[in-house]
């Protein structure tokens, strides 16, 4: 075989493993990944998330992934990552999360809802989802919360 036709297999196999390992990477669930308690991205992270609102050069100069590859370390048939959005009050304080969770995989997705959160933390919202991004999406649930949360903030302060 001549050195031009090695090198032409040889770059098509390089070629077609980086395609392999770049589709490998692909199949990781993408979840959004951010804090509404974090300084500068209560504009985008609260209950309702607003991707418009993603403040992108200073995102890009702080070099800051707000999206997540979910893979995970343990690579267990048992498990399985999803995506998690929370929304909990700590010292009166109402935080939204959404990251990355790994989850028994015969665990229903509703669990969340079911789950204590840590002590001292009051659990308004919680929801786990199995597509890309999808914990950025405003479901009923979410909708619900950015209604409910003022109006609970409103009768505390009544109350008081």
């Not at 990781?28 to 609260?46: K, R």
């Not at 809802?113 to 597509?131: A, M």
Request: charged share 20%; aromatic share 6%.
């Amino acid at each position: 075989m001549s050195a031009p036709i090695k090198l032409i297999i040889a770059g098509f196999c390089l070629l077609a493993t980086a395609y392999n390992i770049r589709a490998h990477e692909h199949q990781h669930l993408q979840c959004w990944h951010c804090s509404s308690s974090t300084i500068g991205s209560e504009d985008f992270c609260d209950v309702t998330f607003q991707e418009d609102n993603i403040p992108t050069e200073l995102i890009k100069e702080r070099n800051i992934n707000l999206l997540r590859s979910c893979n995970s370390s343990i690579n267990s048939d048992h498990e399985r990552a999803v995506c998690r959005k929370t929304v909990e009050e700590y010292d009166g304080k109402i935080v939204t999360k959404r990251f990355c969770y790994y989850t028994n995989k015969s665990d229903p997705v509703e669990l969340c809802n079911v789950t204590t959160p840590e002590k001292n933390v009051r659990r308004i919202f919680c929801e786990d989802c199995l597509t890309d991004r999808c914990n950025g999406a405003a479901g009923l649930a979410a909708i619900f919360a950015a209604i409910l949360l003022p109006a609970m903030a409103l009768a505390n302060q009544l109350a008081n």
